[in-house]
């Protein structure tokens, strides 16, 4: 069983349900590697250089500065960023209820599950029932580690809750300053997309159906080197073209090779017109009699 990392209060009205807080991902999923000494294999240490006396500075000479023009920056002690962090809360205030799918994915950041607390059981299941029947979710503040942070609150199923912590407007980049420009569509080209689509489509999303390989190769090779065996190298995979000669035809032949998988479904039947057949060029009375 994981350890909560806090117990908070989730508040609404005059409700309050006590939950744990969990972390939603695992830390040790990813390899850590760290810097080393080719020579000797001894671990290095990090060293913060003043760049006008090319002396190392100590954590405790260290104060952090913000530059507000080129060269020139404002100051601030450690006393003085700490006067200025959010307090942290042993809560999270709900301000409104929206719909689930109105917040774009691109606004997630850290992910948390949310477990009741003693005593929360019953309106933990109450709210959480409540949120997957109306299709919404919760978004509120919450206070943590000198930051304060939107927050959302949805449900996992009907019995559990997940809050996902969320980055602000100013921290996402608004896909309209990307200067997409639109291109015309033609049905035929959409009809054969959806085709696509359909034939790759599943029921719902399996995130056991992907491995990380670049963690398994590494694994692998980190065993080999232990063991006292050689790495061989990969061959660098070749890059993928993306110049497409015909839309049609990239379309039907991405097609062709989704159905000539195994457990594939049929494609279905292609109506379009056959092509005429060219027409055979007589050989002229005299030219036959002369090969006769």
Same mark, same amino acid.
């Given at each position: 069983?994981?350890?909560?990392?806090?117990?908070?209060?989730?508040?609404?009205?005059?409700?309050?349900?006590?939950?744990?807080?969990?972390?939603?991902?695992?830390?040790?999923?990813?390899?850590?590697?760290?810097?080393?000494?080719?020579?000797?294999?001894?671990?290095?240490?990090?060293?913060?250089?003043?760049?006008?006396?090319?002396?190392?500075?100590?954590?405790?000479?260290?104060?952090?500065?913000?530059?507000?023009?080129?060269?020139?920056?404002?100051?601030?002690?450690?006393?003085?960023?700490?006067?200025?962090?959010?307090?942290?809360?042993?809560?999270?205030?709900?301000?409104?209820?929206?719909?689930?799918?109105?917040?774009?994915?691109?606004?997630?950041?850290?992910?948390?599950?949310?477990?009741?607390?003693?005593?929360?059981?019953?309106?933990?299941?109450?709210?959480?029932?409540?949120?997957?029947?109306?299709?919404?979710?919760?978004?509120?503040?919450?206070?943590?580690?000198? &930051? !304060?942070? #939107?927050?959302? =609150?949805?449900?996992?199923?009907?019995?559990? @809750?997940?809050? /996902?912590?969320?980055?602000?407007? +100013?921290?996402?980049?608004?896909?309209?300053?990307?200067?997409?420009?639109?291109?015309?569509?033609?049905?035929?080209?959409?009809?054969?997309?959806?085709?696509?689509?359909?034939?790759?489509?599943?029921?719902?999303?399996?995130?056991?159906?992907?491995?990380?390989?670049?963690?398994?190769?590494?694994?692998?090779?980190?065993?080999?080197?232990?063991?006292?065996?050689?790495?061989?190298?990969?061959?660098?995979?070749?890059?993928? &073209? !993306?110049? #497409?000669?015909? =839309?049609?035809?990239?379309?039907?032949?991405? @097609?062709?090779? /989704?159905?000539?998988?195994?457990? +594939?479904?049929?494609?279905?039947?292609?109506?379009?017109?056959?092509?005429?057949?060219?027409?055979?060029?007589?050989?002229?009375?005299?030219?036959?009699?002369?090969?006769?």
């Amino acid at each position: 069983m994981p350890r909560a990392l806090a117990s908070l209060t989730i508040s609404f009205g005059l409700v309050a349900i006590p939950v744990k807080l969990y972390s939603a991902t695992r830390s040790a999923g990813t390899l850590r590697f760290n810097l080393l000494h080719a020579k000797d294999g001894s671990r290095l240490r990090q060293q913060y250089v003043c760049e006008k006396e090319d002396v190392v500075v100590g954590r405790d000479e260290i104060v952090k500065g913000l530059q507000f023009s080129k060269g020139r920056y404002v100051t601030f002690t450690n006393e003085e960023m700490r006067s200025l962090e959010e307090l942290g809360t042993h809560s999270v205030e709900i301000a409104e209820f929206v719909p689930l799918a109105s917040v774009d994915p691109v606004y997630f950041d850290r992910s948390y599950y949310l477990v009741p607390g003693k005593g929360g059981a019953k309106p933990y299941a109450l709210f959480a029932k409540a949120l997957n029947d109306t299709g919404r979710c919760a978004i509120g503040r919450w206070a943590s580690h000198g &930051r !304060g942070h #939107v927050v959302m =609150l949805r449900p996992i199923g009907t019995q559990a @809750l997940a809050m /996902q912590q969320l980055h602000y407007a +100013a921290e996402v980049l608004p896909a309209s300053e990307l200067a997409v420009s639109e291109a015309a569509v033609r049905e035929p080209e959409l009809k054969l997309a959806r085709q696509l689509i359909e034939q790759q489509a599943k029921a719902t999303f399996d995130a056991s159906a992907y491995r990380d390989e670049v963690r398994e190769r590494i694994e692998a090779s980190v065993q080999q080197k232990v063991a006292g065996e050689e790495v061989s190298l990969a061959e660098p995979r070749p890059a993928a &073209r !993306g110049n #497409v000669i015909d =839309l049609m035809d990239a379309l039907r032949a991405s @097609l062709d090779r /989704q159905a000539a998988a195994p457990g +594939a479904p049929a494609r279905p039947a292609d109506r379009r017109r056959p092509p005429r057949k060219a027409a055979q060029k007589r050989t002229p009375p005299e030219r036959r009699s002369a090969h006769t």
